[in-house]
């Protein structure tokens, strides 16, 4: 059963919803981990729906940048006093959850201290600093960020300018921003709100650099909040979306810190200037892996509400006629909008269910690392840099197929759409460009092959086992596994292709460096696809692991979409591997999987419960009663305030006249 069924609903979307095979709490459940958690959300929006202050003063596009930031601090102010009372304040899903389902995704003062300023000072500061600043964060008694990047680097985090010497004498770190390029630039929250940062600065102690360290800075006084001296900051100005958050600039001037600064979990300077390695040379990378082991669910997240937008609204929008002459049709019948949406959904789901994977991988290499053991560092850095990539990049091509499905309404910022795609798409750069981690990941899967060359498959981990197998045939009957194998295949032979391509320029004389250059676009593509074959196989298992019956019948169907989707999609990969009839084949079965997962589409977006209030939608309101509502909507528009605007008194209507001699 839908459960969002109400009396005065769009009779349209009713018919969609009646027409469901499954109940969308049950699926709920699935889509976030447990009926515990899925009920937590709508228990969360409830208790939310009912408390007016914490309601959107104005729709979210009639507002300025100034606006967008004074009411997200407005409302993080009340959460802040409210929360004890709405979620358990010891879990990291209910508050971001209950952040975004206030404040909305176009970022807010407090965006990155949950995410970027207290893992840090949580897995990396010493239980002394931890215990001296911990417990001031979490009651956001101070409100941080994260500088790392600089406006000269942000990819090669080995270039970074700013300086941390070590003063033996004072016992003090002293911060510099020697030249224009090192000053800090982009850190969210930066700009106006945070007064303390984490700091990445590189470590000098007696002359010697020890590159970059985390640092725990004091950047405005906690009374006055002026920028303390020695310290330059402010806000980058607009950006293409996530405007309610301060992105922000910081310069240091010879400005002091005490030694216990420095986070010194891992590696430490001691008072005599002796400088003790961390365990991992990387380890001080982790709390980007942190970000990023969570990007697939939140970006799968994204997907899903542009999807739950065009979806709801496709089932609702008529438009030109089927064999029926006697009554349009829904847009969401025509195969066109169908391929365009249905194979997004189920990268939506496939998104999910992976992120929630990493997020638990994580969590697990977090307690090796503080036992000590740093061996799976390397796997996750590797499975995450390709991840965040590939995940982001789909996602905002699903988004945007999202907005032009909607035709012109997805223009309009009544849809929202512009910005979760502006916020998505995000994503793409932060934590890592996609294309540099791509060829992060693809160092490893080139380890892995010369592992085989030199005898040595069995040394390999599971994720990279599939590269030192020989399939050469694959059975027509194609089951979910037979389209695995296919993509193994793809996978496999495109990471041998470009690993022999920069092994030949290596042999042929040139340096390492340019060699990988030379082959580093066939290494993203091999990269790219040994990352959608784990999408799938996580996708497949998790299937195979729903024990409800109706909701896994679903799920097969939207399986099929994707293992179909995907493997049309990678045609030219497996040009050696399937005839001609096995693709047409592949073809119709594709076609046939949006016919089966049709009546269950708006079911499927309803089962990810994004609220109206999160939606901020008019085009994808739950209740589909859209265009009485876009007509209020733009009647609100602060230009119709009044009927003749100053620019026609002041301009056009002048020179209308002069014209009229
Ligand atoms: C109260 C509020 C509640 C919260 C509510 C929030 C909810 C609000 C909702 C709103 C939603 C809005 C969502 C949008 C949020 C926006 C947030 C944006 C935040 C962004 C933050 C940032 O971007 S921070 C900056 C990130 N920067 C980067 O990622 C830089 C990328 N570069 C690098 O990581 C590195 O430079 C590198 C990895 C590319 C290279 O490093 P390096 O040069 O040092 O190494 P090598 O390439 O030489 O490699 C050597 C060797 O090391 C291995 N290695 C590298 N990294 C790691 C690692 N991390 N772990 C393990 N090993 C690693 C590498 O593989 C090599 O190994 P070999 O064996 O030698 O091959
Ligand atoms: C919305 C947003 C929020 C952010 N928040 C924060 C924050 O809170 N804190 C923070 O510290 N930073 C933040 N950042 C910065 C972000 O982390 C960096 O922008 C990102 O890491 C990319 O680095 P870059 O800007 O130097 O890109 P560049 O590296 O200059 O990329 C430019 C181009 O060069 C290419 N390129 C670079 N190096 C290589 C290579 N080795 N091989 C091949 N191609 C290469 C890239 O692929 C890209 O096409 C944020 C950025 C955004 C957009």
Same mark, same amino acid.
């Given at each position: 059963m839908n459960q969002s069924i109400k009396p005065g609903d769009n009779p349209d979307l009713t018919e969609e919803r009646l027409s469901g095979t499954f109940d969308t709490n049950s699926m709920a459940a699935v889509i976030y981990g447990s009926d515990k958690l899925a009920q937590r959300r709508r228990e969360i929006s409830e208790a939310v729906s009912r408390i007016p202050e914490l309601q959107d003063s104005k729709?979210?596009?009639?507002?300025?940048?100034?606006?967008?930031?004074?009411?997200?601090?407005?409302?993080?102010?009340?959460?802040?006093?409210?929360?004890?009372?709405? +979620?358990?304040?010891?879990?990291?899903?209910?508050?971001? $959850?209950?952040?975004?389902?206030?404040?909305?995704?176009?970022?807010?003062?407090?965006?990155?201290?949950?995410?970027?300023?207290?893992?840090? +000072?949580?897995?990396?500061?010493?239980?002394?600093?931890?215990?001296? *600043?911990?417990?001031?964060?979490?009651?956001?008694? +101070?409100?941080?960020?994260?500088?790392?990047?600089?406006?000269?680097h942000g990819s090669n985090l080995r270039a970074l300018e700013t300086t941390a010497t070590f003063d033996i004498s004072s016992q003090e770190f002293i911060l510099n921003s020697p030249t224009i390029t090192s000053l800090k630039w982009w850190p969210g929250a930066l700009g106006k709100s945070a007064n303390w940062s984490i700091v990445i600065a590189n470590l000098i102690v007696h002359d010697k650099n020890h590159g970059p360290h985390p640092f725990m800075v004091q950047l405005r006084d906690e009374k006055s909040h002026e920028p303390l001296p020695g310290i330059t900051v402010g806000d980058i100005g607009p950006k293409m979306a996530f405007n309610g958050a301060d992105n922000g600039f910081l310069g240091f001037e010879n400005y002091r810190i005490p030694r216990e600064n420095m986070l010194m979990r891992h590696s430490k300077v001691t008072p005599d200037g002796g400088y003790i390695r961390p365990p991992h040379a990387?380890?001080?990378?982790?709390?980007?892996?942190?970000?990023?082991?969570?990007?697939?669910?939140?970006?799968?997240?994204?997907?899903?509400?542009?999807?739950?937008?065009?979806?709801?609204?496709?089932?609702?929008?008529?438009?030109?006629?089927?064999?029926?002459?006697?009554?349009?049709?829904?847009?969401?019948?025509?195969?066109?909008?169908?391929?365009?949406?249905?194979?997004?959904?189920?990268?939506?789901?496939? $998104?999910? $269910?992976c992120g929630f994977e990493t997020i638990r991988l994580y969590d697990q290499l977090l307690i090796d690392v503080q036992n000590g053991n740093t061996s799976g560092m390397a796997d996750l850095h590797a499975l995450t840099s390709g991840l965040k990539s590939v995940v982001t990049h789909q996602t905002g091509e699903g988004i945007e197929q999202a907005r032009m499905a909607c035709g012109g309404h997805g223009y309009s910022m009544a849809s929202y759409i512009s910005e979760i795609y502006g916020v998505a798409i995000g994503g793409c750069t932060y934590e890592g460009e996609n294309m540099v981690m791509l060829l992060q990941l693809a160092r490893y899967l080139v380890k892995s092959i010369e592992m085989i060359q030199n005898g040595k498959s069995k040394n390999l981990g599971p994720m990279v086992a599939y590269l030192a197998a020989n399939e050469s045939e694959i059975d027509l009957n194609l089951g979910p596994n037979e389209y695995l194998k296919v993509f193994q295949y793809a996978a496999r032979s495109?990471? *041998?292709?470009?690993?022999?391509?920069?092994?030949?320029?290596?042999?042929?004389?040139?340096?390492?460096?340019?060699?990988?250059?030379?082959?580093?676009?066939?290494?993203?593509?091999?990269?790219?696809?040994?990352?959608?074959?784990?999408?799938?196989?996580?996708?497949?298992?998790?299937?195979g692991s729903v024990v409800d019956q109706k909701?896994?019948?679903?799920?097969?169907?939207?399986?099929?979409?994707?293992?179909?989707?995907?493997?049309?999609?990678?045609?030219?990969?497996?040009?050696?591997?399937?005839?001609?009839?096995?693709?047409?084949?592949?073809?119709?079965?594709?076609?046939?999987?949006?016919?089966?997962?049709?009546?269950?589409?708006?079911s499927l977006v309803d089962s990810f419960q994004i609220s109206d209030m999160q939606l901020r939608s008019v085009l994808g309101r739950r209740d589909g009663?859209?265009?009485?509502?876009?007509?209020? *909507?733009?009647?609100?528009?602060?230009?119709?305030?009044k009927d003749v605007l100053e620019s026609v008194t002041k301009y056009l209507k002048p020179m209308m006249d002069k014209s009229k001699l």
């Open positions: 729709p979210c596009p009639f507002m300025t940048r100034e606006e967008k930031i004074l009411e997200g601090s407005r409302k993080s102010a009340i959460l802040n006093r409210l929360l004890p009372g709405l +979620i358990d304040l010891d879990s990291f899903e209910e508050t971001v $959850f209950i952040h975004q389902e206030v404040i909305g995704i176009e970022g807010h003062p407090l965006a990155l201290h949950e995410s970027l300023f207290i893992p840090p +000072i949580a897995t990396q500061g010493t239980d002394e600093q931890q215990k001296k *600043w911990l417990g001031r964060a979490q009651r956001r008694e +101070i409100i941080g960020c994260y500088a790392q990047t600089e406006l000269g990387k380890i001080g990378y982790s709390g980007m892996v942190r970000v990023r082991s969570r990007m697939a669910a939140e970006q799968g997240l994204f997907l899903a509400h542009a999807l739950t937008i065009a979806v709801r609204y496709s089932a609702i929008r008529r438009q030109g006629y089927l064999e029926d002459r006697s009554r349009e049709v829904k847009v969401l019948d025509y195969q066109t909008q169908q391929h365009r949406l249905f194979p997004s959904i189920a990268r939506a789901y496939a $998104f999910i $269910f495109q990471a *041998w292709r470009a690993t022999e391509k920069f092994q030949k320029l290596r042999n042929s004389g040139m340096s390492k460096e340019q060699a990988w250059n030379q082959a580093s676009v066939e290494l993203t593509r091999a990269s790219r696809l040994h990352t959608r074959l784990y999408i799938m196989s996580t996708f497949i298992n998790h299937v909701i896994k019948k679903v799920l097969i169907d939207l399986l099929n979409v994707h293992i179909t989707y995907e493997v049309m999609d990678i045609g030219i990969y497996v040009q050696g591997l399937l005839s001609s009839d096995q693709m047409d084949l592949i073809r119709n079965q594709l076609y046939v999987s949006l016919e089966t997962i049709r009546p269950n589409a708006v009663n859209v265009y009485e509502n876009l007509f209020k *909507w733009a009647k609100s528009c602060p230009l119709n305030d």
